[in-house]
């Protein structure tokens, strides 16, 4: 499936939901996006697992961040998929300094 038509997808699904009304701002729609993160995060620190595979709402929980970053690309008519392949095209070429490993 192509990215507008999952960003279509999930925006439709999201009305039909009611989660946008039409008078939502863009913090309060960037707060959701944060709110999955920060789920996803508690599952971590709940699980404690190295094996994120096994962990059946993770995977969930990440799905969440992406289709609400979705919905909100196209809430506000962000165009995702080129933003996407012009940020990998330049980190491609992009030198990192100091880069820290987890």
Same mark, same amino acid.
């Given at each position: 499936? %192509? &990215?507008?038509? *999952?960003?279509?997808? /999930?925006? @439709?699904? /999201?009305? %039909?939901? =009611?989660?946008? +009304? =039409?008078? %939502?701002? !863009?913090?309060?729609?960037? /707060?959701? &996006?944060? #709110? @999955?993160?920060?789920?996803? &995060?508690?599952?971590?620190?709940?699980? =404690?697992?190295?094996?994120?595979?096994?962990? %059946?709402?993770? !995977?969930?929980?990440? /799905?969440?961040?992406?289709?609400? #970053? *979705?919905?909100?690309?196209?809430?506000?008519?962000?165009? &995702? @998929? +080129?933003?996407?392949?012009?940020?990998?095209?330049? +980190?491609?070429?992009?030198?990192?300094? +100091?880069?820290?490993?987890?």
């Amino acid at each position: 499936m %192509e &990215i507008q038509k *999952l960003m279509d997808d /999930a925006y @439709e699904l /999201a009305i %039909e939901k =009611g989660f946008y +009304n =039409g008078d %939502e701002r !863009p913090i309060e729609l960037l /707060a959701m &996006i944060h #709110t @999955e993160v920060s789920e996803a &995060i508690n599952i971590y620190r709940k699980k =404690g697992m190295k094996d994120y595979s096994s962990m %059946e709402s993770l !995977p969930t929980e990440l /799905a969440d961040v992406i289709l609400r #970053t *979705l919905t909100f690309c196209r809430h506000f008519n962000i165009d &995702i @998929e +080129n933003s996407l392949i012009k940020k990998m095209e330049y +980190n491609k070429k992009r030198v990192w300094q +100091n880069v820290h490993k987890i």
